[in-house]
């Protein structure tokens, strides 16, 4: 497995931090360590810019001065893309899909959707449950009728050149932990398009790492979400050269913490938040890793983790808190001394 025989644009912040969080730990009983990819610098930063280093290179390997991609409204890989397309100079339209149903002013145009207009990418709206798929080669077709060359990046750029991206943050975060000696009994972190596990799960088996992972569903029931994982690190396995390396055992989600759908915040999701904000200063997103800390927290609460050093992978997503304000009561922080 050797990464660098793919082409990639290195303008993420990396390696992101590996940090202890000393608090959260004590809370937990748990030895709980963080792997900062919300810092990975672009536009805000989070896990899509690691894939996009890749799907970018691959989109200018190919001569386009357009990209084209999907998501929900508050889809943090659609801004993430509309920087990396600004950085390169090249066009970025963004098909947005209504997942949630919300009308608010903030979730509509605030947060994200703010970052993607700043950007200067165009967005398009769709009401949900669309295909989106069928309607990204729709406007694709329209552009490209119109002299672009446009290439198509899939929605969470999902794709076995996007998973590379996470391939090499398991490189990144092993290679952390082996030099400082410390031992990783498990890594956990939200799932969603799944090309985040999927290139984690890859790297770690490419290398017998032997450290387990934990995808926390945001979207799909558990079979689904380990399928989709599995067809797509099975793909990646076989793009770097290593077919099969990825067992199917080896990938494993837990989507008891979606709650009830894609996009809408849960309780255990809020205190999760309040937790991550209260005890170690950091901001998690009410759709992602808010959801996937949830999952953590609440399996640390059942003892899930004894004994264990476990790695939480931060996916980013704190700029969708700005169009997710409707979710916290915050009043009573305002006081008279
Ligand atoms: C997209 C996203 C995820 C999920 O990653 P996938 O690769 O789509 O599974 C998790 N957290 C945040 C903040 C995201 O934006």
Redesign the pocket.
Same mark, same amino acid.
């Given at each position: 497995m050797h990464l660098a025989h793919f082409p990639r644009l290195h303008l993420a912040h990396l390696p992101t931090p590996l940090e202890p969080m000393l608090r959260l730990s004590k809370e937990l009983g748990i030895d709980l360590w963080i792997k900062r990819d #919300?810092c990975t610098g672009l536009s805000t930063g *989070? %896990?899509?810019t690691r894939?996009l280093e890749f799907l970018m290179a691959e989109a200018e390997t190919e001569g386009a001065d357009m990209v084209i991609t999907q998501g929900a409204t508050q889809? %943090?890989?659609a801004r993430q893309t509309a920087a990396f397309a600004a950085k390169l100079g090249i066009n970025c339209h963004v098909l947005l899909e209504d997942r949630t149903g919300y009308n608010n002013t903030n979730y509509n145009q605030n947060g994200n959707v703010l970052l993607d207009h700043l950007h200067g990418a165009t967005t398009e709206k769709f009401p949900g449950g669309h295909d989106m798929v069928v309607e990204m080669e729709r406007a694709a077709q329209k552009k490209r009728a119109e002299g672009n060359k446009v290439y198509v990046i899939p929605?969470? *750029?999902?794709n076995p050149t996007?998973a590379l991206g /996470?391939v090499n943050c398991a490189l990144e975060l092993v290679g952390q932990a082996n030099e400082r000696g410390l031992r990783i009994d498990r890594i956990v972190?939200? !799932?969603?398009?799944?090309? !985040?596990?999927?290139?984690l799960v890859t790297g770690l088996a490419a290398m017998n790492a032997d450290i387990p992972l934990l995808?926390i569903g945001?979207r799909a029931p558990r079979a689904k979400q380990e399928q989709m994982?599995y067809d797509l690190a099975s793909k990646t396995a076989a793009k770097l050269g290593c077919p099969g390396v990825v067992r199917r055992e080896d990938v494993i989600a837990n989507s008891d913490y979606v709650g009830e759908g894609y996009g809408l915040p849960t309780e255990a999701g809020i205190e999760a938040i309040r937790m991550f904000a209260e005890l170690e200063g950091i901001l998690l #997103?009410p759709? /992602?890793?808010a959801k996937?800390a949830s999952g953590l927290i609440d399996l640390a609460r059942k003892n899930e983790f004894e004994g264990q050093r476990v790695v939480f992978v931060h996916?980013? *997503?704190a700029v969708?808190l700005f169009g997710y304000d409707f979710a916290f009561d915050h009043e009573n922080r305002w006081v008279q001394v």
């Open positions: #919300d *989070g %896990n899509k894939k889809s %943090n890989h929605g969470g *750029g999902s996007g /996470y972190h939200a !799932t969603g398009s799944s090309g !985040t596990q999927a290139g995808g945001t994982v #997103d759709v /992602y890793s996937g996916t980013g *997503g969708g």
